[in-house]
């Protein structure tokens, strides 16, 4: 694979025109994003979607979403919700078998929302790009270079294991911070060699990458401390959307409970091996939702 020698990753920006982004360039007709309140509308197609994640995934079930629950909690879904209860548990997860603690974890969930918007990027664009990764195949590019295009590599599982291949072979001290539960914004830029660290351009022609060579006005690099501020508003966004959908699970739970203990439904009857088999899949995903929000708190 050849890489671009001055920058291997960037920020893989979204077009900032109009107020509405169609989701045709997915294959998906209707679905269209909402600049201004950053929610898809239409979705049940591009939900679909999204939810075609790896086979150990803990997914919202469709059902929960299909009911009309009467329960005074239920209130509008949450900005990004569906990136923050579906994606970002995957990437969770991966870093997590990695090494990294609980505020790594977070450094690299507010990497991947930096870099692609919350997913929207990702998803938009339909080529699973996450971390911004410069590369081929490619379907779209920015000033940087070409942005890499997973959806024929594996999706966000091949997108997630090329970002810490290139991280171990690139820079290997972010391995290495991610595993700390105290982590500063020059350790970040120690790391990808942004800030005080940004390499010379022969040094950088020699092999020494830089993450990101965004400047300031002043020619300052500040992506250790853009990504620094930008764990604290992921962690806050993060835990909301996941105990939301905590609540959203218990009023479905309770739906099923009172399904099941109903004489009508016989032991036999597909629709109650259905509901137990819902009933399964939203308790383990209570579990996991509720362990993720006590390890970030």
Do not use: C
């Amino acid at each position: 694979m050849k890489y671009f020698k001055l920058i291997n990753f960037t920020m893989a920006k979204s077009s900032s025109s109009g107020k509405h982004k169609n989701a045709s360039s997915l294959g998906v007709k209707g679905p269209q994003y909402n600049r201004q309140t950053g929610q898809w509308e239409n979705t049940d197609k591009l939900s679909s979607m999204m939810q075609r994640r790896s086979v150990q995934g803990y997914r919202v079930a469709e059902d929960v979403k299909s009911k009309n629950l009467s329960s005074s909690f239920k209130k509008e879904k949450l900005l990004h919700h569906e990136f923050l209860t579906t994606i970002a548990i995957d990437i969770y997860d991966f870093a997590k078998a990695k090494g990294a603690s609980g505020k790594g974890a977070l450094l690299v969930l507010a990497q991947a929302s930096l870099e692609s918007g919350y997913g929207v990027s990702a998803i938009k664009n339909g080529d699973y790009n996450l971390f911004g990764v410069m590369g081929k195949p490619s379907k779209r590019s920015t000033t940087h270079g070409s942005v890499k295009d997973y959806s024929s590599l594996g999706g966000y599982q091949a997108a997630l294991t090329d970002y810490f291949n290139k991280i171990n072979k690139n820079w290997s001290y972010f391995s290495t911070i991610i595993t700390q539960d105290n982590i500063t914004a020059d350790d970040i830029d120690k790391a990808f060699n942004t800030g005080k660290y940004y390499p010379t351009e022969k040094e950088r022609h020699a092999g020494k990458y830089t993450y990101n060579a965004d400047k300031d006005s002043a020619g300052k690099n500040h992506y250790g401390e853009h990504l620094l501020n930008q764990i604290g508003d992921f962690k806050k966004r993060f835990k909301k959307s996941l105990d939301y959908q905590v609540e959203e699970n218990k009023e479905r739970l309770k739906e099923i409970n009172a399904l099941l203990t109903n004489n009508s439904i016989l032991f036999t009857d597909p629709g109650k091996i259905k509901l137990e088999d819902e009933k399964r899949l939203l308790i383990r995903q209570n579990e996991k939702f509720n362990s993720i929000s006590n390890e970030i708190n």
